[in-house]
């Protein structure tokens, strides 16, 4: 099995910065894809970016797409979401999640992704 605990939430104004980070334990991480999900109060989990295991493939969210960097380091089992230019529309629990290694798979739907973190509070003021 793999442990995810995410940190680096809090409080910001709109305009600032973040930056995520999850730290992970198990065998299997190194070689998993991994993502960023988020879910504000009142709406369904939405999906904000993901890594390919090696970090060579990135993938977003029209919604974050040029503000949000998604980048991993496997010799340090973390991944990370640095978040510029923050909206209050990006109020939300944070959630880090990984994938089993596997040959196919998509890397958009939560129900690829086999671990999932606690989550972490971002809340950004107007």
């Known amino acids: 099995q793999v442990q995810l605990v995410e940190s680096g939430g809090g409080l910001v104004q709109a305009g600032g910065s973040l930056r995520l980070s999850c730290v992970a334990s198990?065998?299997?991480?190194?070689?998993?894809?991994m993502g960023w999900f988020r879910q504000a109060p009142g709406k369904e989990r939405e999906f904000v970016a993901a890594?390919?295991?090696?970090?060579?493939?990135?993938y977003y969210a029209d919604s974050v797409k040029g503000r949000f960097t998604i980048s991993r380091d496997n010799v340090k089992n973390t991944l990370y979401l640095q978040m510029n230019s923050l909206k209050p529309e990006d109020m939300a629990v944070y959630y880090c999640?990984?994938?089993?290694?596997?040959?196919?798979?998509?890397?958009?739907?939560?129900?690829?992704?086999?671990?999932w973190g606690q989550g972490t509070q971002v809340t950004v003021s107007s």
């Open positions: 198990g065998r299997t991480f190194s070689s998993s894809t």
């Open positions: 890594i390919s295991w090696s970090g060579a493939a990135t």
């Open positions: 999640a990984a994938q089993v290694p596997k040959t196919s798979g998509s890397y958009y739907y939560a129900y690829e992704y086999d671990y």
